[in-house]
Structures are given as structure tokens and as C-alpha cells.
């Protein structure tokens, strides 16, 4: 029998799937710099999104959520400093402050798109 580092087998599962999310993390193509910040990135992004002829709908939801929240708190950072506890950090914030769920619905998904 194989010794684990986790208490007990739910504990390894969690762990697991954390390493996996963590692995899964969206990482810039190769044709950007490594030191991209996200103010950047995302504008190329946005840009990239605009050219794949997306509805308007998406598009403007994917720009407020940028301009509005995603931006001014990342914008500065490199894109490979961004890690899951900024996210979380942000996403908890945002409901904090009463933004509706479907509002921090979106800026996770665009979020995660970008």
C-alpha cells in the first residue's frame, strides 16, 4: 500500500484536482513575452475576440468586465504573476461588495476566457 501525504482519501482527491486546475491554468501563447502584463494581454485579447466576428453582446460584456473590474486590479501585474488566490481574492471581493452573482458570474468567464 502506497503512503500518501493527505489525511485521508477525500483530502487526495482535493489535492489532486487542485494540482490538475493548477496545471490547466491558461497560459500565454508562446508568441508573447513572459513578462506581458495584464492590462496587455488583454487588450490583444479583446482585440482577438473583436476579429473573430463574436456577437456584440459578448464582446461589450467582455470590456466591462476588463475596464470596469479585471483591469484596474491586475492591469499593471505580469500575466504569469496571476495565480488562483488573486482570482478568488477578487471574485470574493467583488460579491462582497454587493455586485449581483451574475456580475461576478461574468467577470469570472471572462476571466477565465482570457
Known sequence: MAKTLCSDEGA????????????????????????????????KW???RQAEGLAAKTVESDE????????PIFGGMRLRAIH?????????KKHGAGLAKDSVRLIRATLSGS
Open 12 to 43: 487526495g482527491r482535493n489535492f489532486q484536482s487542485d494540482l490538475v486546475r493548477q496545471s490547466l491554468q491558461a497560459a500565454p501563447p508562446p508568441t508573447y513575452s513572459p513578462s506581458i502584463t495584464f492590462k496587455d494581454y488583454a487588450k
Open 46 to 48: 479583446l482585440e482577438q
Open 64 to 71: 466591462w468586465a476588463l475596464d470596469k473590474h479585471l483591469t
Open 84 to 92: 488562483r488566490g488573486h482570482v478568488k481574492e477578487l471574485l470574493t
